[in-house]
């Protein structure tokens, strides 16, 4: 099983920038697809970006492309979300998550970390 911790929301003001982390532990971490979802108050759990465990592959919702970018580092055991442009409407709690397959299937998640934009 493995163990994820996000961290590096905050407050940010509109069109600003954040990068969250994920660390993770507990299984190989190159063999692992990862994601970033988020949950705003009184909505549902949406996926906001996702990337092939050599990183090779990567997809994200309609909502964040060309501001968000999802990377990582296989050798830190990291995934990152940089979260650029940000807009009122991307706050929300933000959770990496991982899995097997690509397009993946998510079995494991972070605490999450909250991202509030505004001004």
């Known amino acids: 099983q493995v163990q994820l911790v996000d961290s590096g929301g905050g407050l940010v003001q509109p069109g600003g920038s954040l990068r969250l982390s994920c660390a993770a532990s507990?299984?190989?971490?190159?063999?692992?697809?990862m994601g970033w979802f988020r949950q705003a108050p009184r909505k549902e759990r949406q996926i906001v970006a996702a990337?092939?465990?050599?990183?090779?592959?990567?997809n994200y919702a309609d909502f964040v492309k060309g501001r968000f970018t999802i990377s990582r580092d296989n050798a830190k055991n990291t995934v990152y979300l940089q979260m650029n442009s940000l807009k009122p409407e991307d706050t929300a709690v933000y959770y990496c998550?991982?899995?097997?397959?690509?397009?993946?299937?998510?079995?494991?998640w972070g605490q999450g970390t909250q991202v509030t934009v505004s001004s």
């Open positions: 998550a991982a899995g097997s397959n690509w397009p993946p299937s998510f079995v494991s």
């Open positions: 507990g299984r190989t971490f190159s063999s692992l697809s």
């Open positions: 990337i092939s465990g050599r990183g090779t592959s990567a």
